[in-house]
């Protein structure tokens, strides 16, 4: 419901209000009044601001600040109408001072006056600005208060309209069911009422015809036993239909049962199936584990057995001293002595090895190889204590820091068998004692069959007083392989030479320098096994730059020349004899031992003959018979 209220402006006699006549606003919405015709209306004529009409529900105060609206427009058009006035007053004082030319006493009273007007004005003009600005300010708060007043009755009016909506339709509702059994009530009666009639027909019917009763009875028992066969039909049906739906119930439910007994069969089987999967993997791993511990141990079984059958075949532990490239694992493998012990070989250099002893058993500490074999245990620090050494690298060096003599020692000092020995090979480091031992050969068979060079040996340098005749050749010390060695035509130049030799402590040998050479030969012998070679070089150091090399037969003096020098020292088992053929006539000039090279072609098969003589060796001392028929075949 809404309630008009009509507005009457204070100047209800002005033209404008008379003009357009009275306003008048509803409730709830606010309106806003908009002059149209602004122009039309005249100066005189009040402006009316935009302002809320409140509803009837609302207090007094609205239509009072709408009252006090009006008013400060009137004030302000009061004060116009002042400042216009004052304006006026104020020119026409001008023109009359400046007529009259009065005193500036008056003037200055006039300005004042003028001024303190002013200020009147300003503050009359601030306190209404003030006043409308407070009234703005309440009229702000008013409509929005207004506002969530609205929004809550709203809110309210919805809820309201929803429980009485919901009330009418339960009262519909009861309205219909109410409704309904009335019908079925008068159904009833008209039934009951349709019945007595009946009756009342079929009493009258019977006194008045008692044939017809009689046939109506007939009629009448035909018709019940009809109905009740119809009923009973009827019954049976349904029964049937109940049965029939019974059935079908059942039977679903026998299905649903059935299904569900299937689905927890085949639940029932998957596990089975999991738990039957889940053993046999079980068992799988089983059978691994099993598998595996058998070829654990089988493998274990085979370690010990062979540890044992090595125990049971001892080892005879060989040491080789080489270079890096001699592949002496191989060379020995799946080789066994004469009592069926296996060798096992580990091989070093001199500078990579220590020595140390107690009188029987030496322990060589060895450091890794710079190339180790592959397969090997070369490239890591390791310790052996050999029963039989192979020495096929020279004990010494061209430099003091060289010099291995020690670890020769340490090997001598435990009584190690070796090949060559150890005492052959540490008394042909000094060439002064193997020429010795040879001169003692040339000497017992005469210069014929052994023709050794002849040679002058000095201690000191002040000791080369008397010297072969030129040209000769001079060595230095113990160095070999062509080191130390130099040639001199005439003696002035041997004499420039003593003072380098006066700077060393190394002794000095003078042979006589041979000429018109037309090759070198070297006789080679390993064991029972005897090579000559025959070597053609531009150089007068036959082993110093290129040279022609070839096999040549072997003749009975070469062969004397090596057995006579094998039996140096106790015995010498590898060694060369180099000599120069030169006009028919040979010169023996020198005797190399363990370390000797072997030609290239030929030295596969020559470190097969070392193999079969260091073996041989070993058999000798394992099995004492053996050296006699060893000697014997040889």
């Known amino acids: 419901t809404t309630s008009t209220t009509a507005y009457n402006p204070p100047n ?4 404008a209000y008379a003009k357009y006549g009275f306003i008048s606003f509803t409730k ?7 002059f149209d015709d602004k122009d039309e209306a005249d100066e005189n004529t009040p402006v009316l601001n935009t302002r809320k009409v409140f509803t009837d529900n609302d207090d007094d105060d609205g239509e009072q600040d709408t009252m006090k609206g009006d008013k400060k427009d009137k004030k302000e058009k009061k004060e116009k109408k002042d400042k216009k006035r004052a304006k006026k007053e104020e020119d026409s004082e001008d023109d009359s001072e400046s007529d009259k030319d009065e005193k500036p006493a008056k003037k200055k009273h006039k300005k004042n006056e003028k001024e303190s007007k002013k200020h009147k004005h300003e503050s009359d003009s601030e306190s209404a600005s003030d006043e409308e600005k407070s009234a703005k300010k309440k009229h702000k708060k008013k409509s929005s208060k207004e506002k969530e007043s609205s929004d809550s009755d709203s809110s309210e009016d919805e809820k309201e309209k929803k429980k009485k909506d919901e009330k009418k339709e339960k009262k519909q509702a009861k309205k219909e069911e109410k409704e309904k059994k009335k019908d079925e009530e008068k159904e009833e009666k008209a039934e009951k009422k349709e019945e007595k009639k009946h009756k009342k027909d079929k009493d009258s019917s019977d006194s008045d015809n008692s044939d017809d009763d009689k046939k ?19 019954k049976k049906d349904k029964d049937s239909s109940d049965s029939d739906s019974d059935d079908k119930k059942s039977k679903k439910k026998s299905k649903k049962e059935a299904k569900k007994e299937e689905k927890k069969e085949e639940k029932a089987e998957k596990k089975a199936e999991k738990k039957a999967e889940k053993e046999a993997e079980k068992e799988e791993k089983a059978e691994k584990k099993a598998e595996k511990k058998d070829k654990e141990e089988k493998k274990e079984a085979k370690k010990e057995a062979k540890k044992e059958e090595k125990k049971e075949e001892k080892e005879y532990k060989l040491l080789v001293i080489d270079s890096d490239n001699a592949d002496w694992y191989s060379i020995f493998k799946d080789v066994k002595c004469a009592d069926g012990s296996h060798i096992l070989v580990d091989k070093t250099r001199w500078e990579n090895m220590v020595v140390s002893a107690d009188g029987n058993t030496p322990i060589v500490y060895m450091k890794p190889n710079l190339k180790p074999m592959q397969g090997t245990n070369e490239h890591i620090f390791r310790q052996f204590s050999p029963d039989f050494v192979l020495v096929r690298k020279l004990v010494r060096g061209l430099s003091s820091e060289e010099d291995y003599t020690n670890a020769l020692y340490g090997l001598m000092f435990a009584n190690i ?14 060439r002064p004692l193997v020429y010795a031992e040879l001169n003692k050969i040339k000497k017992k068979y005469g210069k014929e069959k052994f023709p050794l060079i002849s040679m002058n040996y000095y201690s000191h340098y002040n000791a080369m007083l008397f010297t072969p005749e030129m040209p000769v ?8 392989a062509g080191y130390g060695k130099m040639k001199f035509e005439n003696s002035n130049d041997l004499q420039d030479f003593k003072g380098v ?27 029972d096994n005897y090579r000559a070679y025959k070597r053609i070089s ?31 020292f106790g015995g010498i088992d590898i060694l060369t004899v180099d000599a120069i053929y030169s006009q028919g006539q040979h010169y023996i000039l020198e005797i190399n031992d363990t370390a000797s090279g072997f030609y290239g072609p030929n030295e596969k098969e020559d470190r097969e003959h070392v193999r079969d003589l260091v073996v041989s060796r070993i058999n000798s001392l394992l099995v004492p018979s053996l050296s006699s028929t060893s000697t014997s075949s040889s």
């Open 473 to 480: 050749v001079v060595k230095v010390g113990y160095a070999e």
């Open 501 to 527: 030799v006066a700077l060393h402590k190394d002794y000095v040998t003078i042979e006589s320098f041979i000429t018109n050479r037309e090759y070198d030969l070297r006789i080679q012998k390993i064991g």
């Open 12 to 15: 209800a006699s002005n033209p």
């Open 216 to 234: 109506t009875k007939k009629d009448k028992s035909k018709k019940k036993k009809k109905a009740d066969k119809e009923e009973k039909k009827h």
């Open 28 to 34: 709830p919405s606010s309106t806003h009044i908009n």
């Open 417 to 430: 068998p070796a090949v060559n020995t150890l005492q052959s090979i540490h008394m042909c480091l000094e």
């Open 538 to 568: 531009a150089n007068w150091k036959g082993n110093v730059g290129s040279s022609v090399l070839e096999e040549i037969p072997m003749t009975e003096e070469y062969l004397f020349w090596a057995q006579q020098a094998g039996l140096l």
